[in-house]
């Protein structure tokens, strides 16, 4: 089973990736609602995969990727956000995110984003 | 604002409710409306905009509608908590959607929401803003754009 921390500051989308997984071969291990949740609960919990929201209070989602780069740059990172330019896209993959996800997405969307990114992994 | 300009926003409406199971959603004819006096249901998701534009981007939406659409987005849980969660979501994700157009200059902020009174929305007096009429099922609702440009 690969792990797998999901980070949004709303409820509803965790909740909604978190059901998405039932079945599969990922574990939610942990969410969190901020860039500084996240880091601590990544020490704790070590996971392979993370989705990651970019728009959140205290901490964003690009300046919490940096930081899980510095924690254990293996990491599996799907961004998935509303924020649909390019630039922040491109952003995001320089600072360690492998996979971009637009809001509003659908649990196929999802579904492939998370296959496409954890596809030669050992689970 | 330009006509190309609301289009962004209708686009970005029309792209979330597609994304539900009931996914027909009707927009009414956009409107001009003084900001001393917003518009305004029981739940209002505001997104702050910086950059070219300045100004703010919400959604609102009565109880019953945001019940509704919890259910079809597949969330059991439709009490007061997720229905705040919901109102801010969509305007963020309808605001931040609006970068595929305007580009990463477009800064949002995250959102505020607000319950009931319409006097808790601050807008710049001196401006109109433009609503767009959402109806969904047998609710309605609206998206407000109270943008300027620099």
Redesign the interface.
């Known amino acids: 089973m690969l792990k797998l921390m999901i980070v949004d500051?709303?409820?509803?989308?965790r909740?909604?990736i978190e059901?998405a997984q039932q079945g599969s071969h990922i574990q939610v291990v942990a969410t969190a609602r901020n860039g500084n949740d996240a880091l601590a609960e990544f020490k704790k919990h070590q996971p392979d995969v993370v989705t990651m929201d970019l728009?959140?209070?205290e901490m964003d989602g690009i300046e919490c990727i940096e930081e899980l780069m510095k924690l254990n740059p293996e990491t599996l990172i799907l961004v998935i956000?509303?924020?649909?330019?390019k630039?922040?896209g491109i952003?995001a993959l320089h600072k360690g995110a492998r996979g971009f996800l637009?809001?509003?997405?659908?649990e196929e969307k999802l579904g492939n984003a998370l296959k496409e990114l954890t596809e030669g992994l050992h689970v | 604002m330009s006509e190309a300009t609301l289009q962004v926003f209708i686009d970005g409406v029309v792209r979330y409710f597609e994304h539900t199971s009931d996914k027909e959603v009707k927009l009414g004819t956009p409107y001009l409306i003084d900001n001393n006096a917003p518009a305004a249901f029981d739940y209002t998701g505001i997104i702050g905009v910086s950059g070219p534009y300045r100004g703010c981007v919400y959604f609102t939406a009565p109880r019953a509608l945001l019940r509704h659409l919890l259910l079809s987005l597949g969330e059991p849980e439709t009490g007061t908590e997720n229905m705040i969660d919901l109102v801010g979501e969509v305007a963020n994700t309808i605001s931040g959607n609006a970068r595929s157009e305007f580009g990463n200059e477009f800064m949002i902020s995250v959102p505020v929401v607000v319950q009931g009174a319409p006097d808790s929305i601050h807008l710049p007096k001196s401006l109109r803003s433009y609503v767009i009429p959402v109806y969904w099922k047998a609710y309605s609702a609206a998206v407000v754009i109270s943008l300027t440009s620099y």
């Open positions: 500051d709303s409820n509803i989308i909740r909604k059901r728009t959140m209070p956000s509303a924020l649909s330019d630039a922040t952003e637009c809001k509003p997405f659908d």
